[in-house]
T-cell receptor
Framework: AQKITQTQPGMFVQEKEAVTLDCTYDTSDPSYGLFWYKQPSSGEMIFLIYQGSYDQQNATEGRYSLNFQKARKSANLVISASQLGDSAMYFCAMREGSGIQGAQKLVFGQGTRLTINP | EAQVTQNPRYLITVTGKKLTVTCSQNMNHEYMSWYRQDPGLGLRQIYYSMNVEVTDKGDVPEGYKVSRKEKRNFPLILESPSPNQTSLYFC????????????FGDGTRLSIL
Protein backbone atom coordinates (compact mmCIF):
# COMPACT_ATOMS: atom_id res chain seq x y z
CA ALA A 1 0.00 0.00 0.00
CA GLN A 2 1.20 3.47 -0.84
CA LYS A 3 2.39 5.18 2.31
CA ILE A 4 2.63 8.66 0.85
CA THR A 5 0.13 9.87 -1.73
CA GLN A 6 0.36 13.06 -3.72
CA THR A 7 -2.78 13.21 -5.82
CA GLN A 8 -1.85 16.21 -7.98
CA PRO A 9 0.59 15.22 -10.73
CA GLY A 10 0.67 18.81 -11.97
CA MET A 11 -0.53 22.22 -10.87
CA PHE A 12 -0.61 25.57 -12.63
CA VAL A 13 -0.84 28.72 -10.53
CA GLN A 14 -0.70 32.42 -11.28
CA GLU A 15 2.24 34.31 -9.86
CA LYS A 16 1.61 35.87 -6.42
CA GLU A 17 -1.24 33.51 -5.64
CA ALA A 18 -1.04 31.08 -2.73
CA VAL A 19 -0.80 27.40 -3.61
CA THR A 20 -1.54 24.24 -1.65
CA LEU A 21 0.13 20.97 -2.54
CA ASP A 22 -1.62 17.92 -1.15
CA CYS A 23 -0.01 15.04 0.71
CA THR A 24 -1.73 12.21 2.56
CA TYR A 25 0.09 9.51 4.45
CA ASP A 26 -0.56 6.13 5.95
CA THR A 27 1.08 4.87 9.11
CA SER A 28 0.12 3.13 12.34
CA ASP A 29 3.24 4.32 14.13
CA PRO A 30 2.51 7.08 16.66
CA SER A 31 5.95 8.59 16.09
CA TYR A 32 6.62 9.81 12.58
CA GLY A 33 7.74 12.88 10.70
CA LEU A 34 6.85 14.52 7.44
CA PHE A 35 9.14 16.39 5.08
CA TRP A 36 8.72 18.45 1.95
CA TYR A 37 11.49 18.72 -0.63
CA LYS A 38 11.72 20.84 -3.77
CA GLN A 39 13.41 19.68 -6.95
CA PRO A 40 13.95 22.46 -9.53
CA SER A 41 14.59 21.65 -13.18
CA SER A 42 18.32 21.66 -12.41
CA GLY A 43 17.75 18.44 -10.48
CA GLU A 44 18.98 19.06 -6.96
CA MET A 45 16.83 18.20 -3.94
CA ILE A 46 16.21 21.04 -1.52
CA PHE A 47 14.75 20.58 1.96
CA LEU A 48 11.83 22.93 2.65
CA ILE A 49 10.03 22.06 5.88
CA TYR A 50 9.55 19.37 8.52
CA GLN A 51 6.67 18.41 10.83
CA GLY A 52 6.93 15.89 13.64
CA SER A 53 3.87 13.90 14.68
CA TYR A 54 4.07 15.23 18.23
CA ASP A 55 4.60 18.85 17.25
CA GLN A 56 1.79 20.97 18.64
CA GLN A 57 1.95 23.69 16.02
CA ASN A 58 2.07 23.63 12.26
CA ALA A 59 5.59 24.12 10.92
CA THR A 60 6.45 27.33 9.07
CA GLU A 61 9.59 28.37 7.19
CA GLY A 62 9.35 31.75 5.50
CA ARG A 63 6.76 31.50 2.71
CA TYR A 64 6.29 27.79 3.36
CA SER A 65 3.89 26.37 5.90
CA LEU A 66 2.68 22.88 6.53
CA ASN A 67 -1.04 22.35 7.11
CA PHE A 68 -0.86 19.30 9.38
CA GLN A 69 -4.18 17.55 10.00
CA LYS A 70 -3.34 14.48 12.02
CA ALA A 71 -6.82 12.96 12.13
CA ARG A 72 -7.07 13.17 8.35
CA LYS A 73 -3.46 12.02 7.91
CA SER A 74 -2.69 14.93 5.67
CA ALA A 75 0.33 17.22 5.54
CA ASN A 76 -0.28 19.76 2.82
CA LEU A 77 2.37 22.27 1.83
CA VAL A 78 1.20 25.86 1.50
CA ILE A 79 3.30 28.36 -0.43
CA SER A 80 2.22 31.94 0.06
CA ALA A 81 2.70 34.64 -2.60
CA SER A 82 4.09 32.27 -5.22
CA GLN A 83 7.05 33.33 -7.35
CA LEU A 84 8.31 32.20 -10.75
CA GLY A 85 11.23 30.51 -8.99
CA ASP A 86 8.78 28.23 -7.17
CA SER A 87 8.23 26.29 -10.39
CA ALA A 88 9.61 22.85 -9.59
CA MET A 89 8.76 19.31 -8.59
CA TYR A 90 7.70 18.97 -4.96
CA PHE A 91 7.98 15.78 -2.94
CA CYS A 92 6.35 14.85 0.33
CA ALA A 93 8.22 12.26 2.42
CA MET A 94 7.66 10.43 5.69
CA ARG A 95 9.89 8.80 8.27
CA GLU A 96 8.41 6.25 10.64
CA GLY A 97 9.59 5.42 14.13
CA SER A 98 11.41 7.50 16.69
CA GLY A 99 14.65 7.19 14.83
CA ILE A 100 16.54 6.17 17.93
CA GLN A 101 16.01 2.47 17.36
CA GLY A 102 14.59 0.50 14.53
CA ALA A 103 14.29 1.37 10.89
CA GLN A 104 15.63 4.61 9.55
CA LYS A 105 13.69 4.62 6.33
CA LEU A 106 12.33 7.54 4.41
CA VAL A 107 9.40 7.07 2.03
CA PHE A 108 8.62 9.58 -0.73
CA GLY A 109 5.46 10.37 -2.64
CA GLN A 110 5.31 10.49 -6.43
CA GLY A 111 5.67 14.25 -6.52
CA THR A 112 3.69 17.23 -7.83
CA ARG A 113 5.00 19.38 -10.65
CA LEU A 114 4.17 23.02 -9.90
CA THR A 115 4.25 25.62 -12.63
CA ILE A 116 3.96 29.31 -11.76
CA ASN A 117 2.63 31.44 -14.62
CA PRO A 118 3.58 35.13 -14.91
CA GLU B 1 31.50 24.48 1.64
CA ALA B 2 29.26 21.81 3.14
CA GLN B 3 28.34 19.35 0.46
CA VAL B 4 27.61 15.83 -0.68
CA THR B 5 29.64 14.89 -3.74
CA GLN B 6 28.68 12.12 -6.12
CA ASN B 7 30.75 10.75 -8.98
CA PRO B 8 30.25 10.23 -11.79
CA ARG B 9 27.41 12.60 -12.66
CA TYR B 10 26.59 10.70 -15.83
CA LEU B 11 27.44 7.18 -16.93
CA ILE B 12 26.41 5.05 -19.88
CA THR B 13 27.49 1.44 -19.59
CA VAL B 14 26.52 -2.07 -20.62
CA THR B 15 24.73 -4.90 -18.89
CA GLY B 16 26.91 -6.91 -16.54
CA LYS B 17 29.83 -4.51 -16.25
CA LYS B 18 30.42 -3.78 -12.57
CA LEU B 19 30.28 -0.13 -11.58
CA THR B 20 30.63 1.98 -8.47
CA VAL B 21 29.07 5.36 -7.79
CA THR B 22 30.99 7.19 -5.11
CA CYS B 23 29.46 9.47 -2.48
CA SER B 24 31.38 11.63 -0.06
CA GLN B 25 30.21 14.18 2.51
CA ASN B 26 32.27 16.73 4.42
CA MET B 27 29.80 17.53 7.21
CA ASN B 28 30.71 14.72 9.62
CA HIS B 29 27.20 13.32 9.24
CA GLU B 30 26.55 9.88 10.65
CA TYR B 31 23.54 9.01 8.49
CA MET B 32 23.92 8.42 4.76
CA SER B 33 21.50 7.01 2.25
CA TRP B 34 21.05 6.13 -1.42
CA TYR B 35 17.88 6.72 -3.46
CA ARG B 36 16.83 6.12 -7.01
CA GLN B 37 14.38 8.39 -8.79
CA ASP B 38 12.15 7.12 -11.56
CA PRO B 39 9.34 9.01 -13.34
CA GLY B 40 6.00 8.59 -11.59
CA LEU B 41 7.56 6.76 -8.66
CA GLY B 42 9.25 9.54 -6.76
CA LEU B 43 12.39 8.62 -4.84
CA ARG B 44 12.85 5.15 -3.43
CA GLN B 45 15.40 4.30 -0.79
CA ILE B 46 17.97 1.66 -1.73
CA TYR B 47 20.25 1.42 1.33
CA TYR B 48 21.07 3.55 4.31
CA SER B 49 23.78 3.67 6.93
CA MET B 50 23.52 4.88 10.49
CA ASN B 51 27.27 4.94 11.04
CA VAL B 52 30.53 3.31 10.05
CA GLU B 53 30.09 -0.42 9.41
CA VAL B 54 26.32 -0.14 9.96
CA THR B 55 24.17 -0.47 6.85
CA ASP B 56 20.62 -1.61 6.23
CA LYS B 57 18.26 -2.20 3.35
CA GLY B 58 15.77 0.34 2.14
CA ASP B 59 12.77 -0.50 -0.01
CA VAL B 60 14.56 -1.46 -3.24
CA PRO B 61 17.95 -3.04 -2.35
CA GLU B 62 17.97 -5.85 -4.94
CA GLY B 63 20.93 -5.63 -7.30
CA TYR B 64 22.85 -3.13 -5.18
CA LYS B 65 25.57 -3.26 -2.56
CA VAL B 66 26.97 -0.61 -0.27
CA SER B 67 29.77 -0.27 2.21
CA ARG B 68 30.59 2.24 4.95
CA LYS B 69 34.20 1.85 5.92
CA GLU B 70 34.71 5.54 6.66
CA LYS B 71 32.25 8.06 7.98
CA ARG B 72 32.51 10.36 4.98
CA ASN B 73 32.14 7.80 2.18
CA PHE B 74 29.22 5.63 1.16
CA PRO B 75 29.73 4.06 -2.28
CA LEU B 76 26.94 2.34 -4.20
CA ILE B 77 28.03 -0.79 -6.06
CA LEU B 78 26.22 -2.45 -8.93
CA GLU B 79 27.91 -5.83 -9.31
CA SER B 80 26.08 -6.84 -12.48
CA PRO B 81 24.03 -3.91 -13.75
CA SER B 82 20.87 -4.54 -15.74
CA PRO B 83 18.73 -2.18 -17.86
CA ASN B 84 16.09 -1.91 -15.10
CA GLN B 85 18.69 -0.12 -13.00
CA THR B 86 18.74 2.76 -15.46
CA SER B 87 17.75 5.66 -13.24
CA LEU B 88 18.73 8.88 -11.52
CA TYR B 89 20.54 8.15 -8.25
CA PHE B 90 20.91 10.42 -5.26
CA CYS B 91 23.13 10.13 -2.24
CA UNK B 92 22.14 12.02 0.89
CA UNK B 93 23.42 12.58 4.40
CA UNK B 94 22.07 14.05 7.61
CA UNK B 95 23.29 14.92 11.07
CA UNK B 96 20.33 13.64 13.05
CA UNK B 97 19.61 10.46 11.20
CA UNK B 98 16.16 10.18 9.77
CA UNK B 99 14.79 12.83 12.12
CA UNK B 100 16.49 15.69 10.35
CA UNK B 101 16.60 17.15 6.86
CA UNK B 102 18.87 15.40 4.43
CA UNK B 103 21.52 17.06 2.29
CA PHE B 104 21.45 15.63 -1.20
CA GLY B 105 24.17 15.25 -3.77
CA ASP B 106 23.58 16.54 -7.30
CA GLY B 107 22.58 13.12 -8.61
CA THR B 108 24.08 10.50 -10.93
CA ARG B 109 22.28 9.58 -14.10
CA LEU B 110 22.99 5.95 -15.00
CA SER B 111 22.06 4.36 -18.31
CA ILE B 112 22.52 0.60 -18.57
CA LEU B 113 22.30 -0.66 -22.15
Amino acid sequence: AQKITQTQPGMFVQEKEAVTLDCTYDTSDPSYGLFWYKQPSSGEMIFLIYQGSYDQQNATEGRYSLNFQKARKSANLVISASQLGDSAMYFCAMREGSGIQGAQKLVFGQGTRLTINP
Amino acid sequence: EAQVTQNPRYLITVTGKKLTVTCSQNMNHEYMSWYRQDPGLGLRQIYYSMNVEVTDKGDVPEGYKVSRKEKRNFPLILESPSPNQTSLYFCASSLYGIRGPQHFGDGTRLSIL
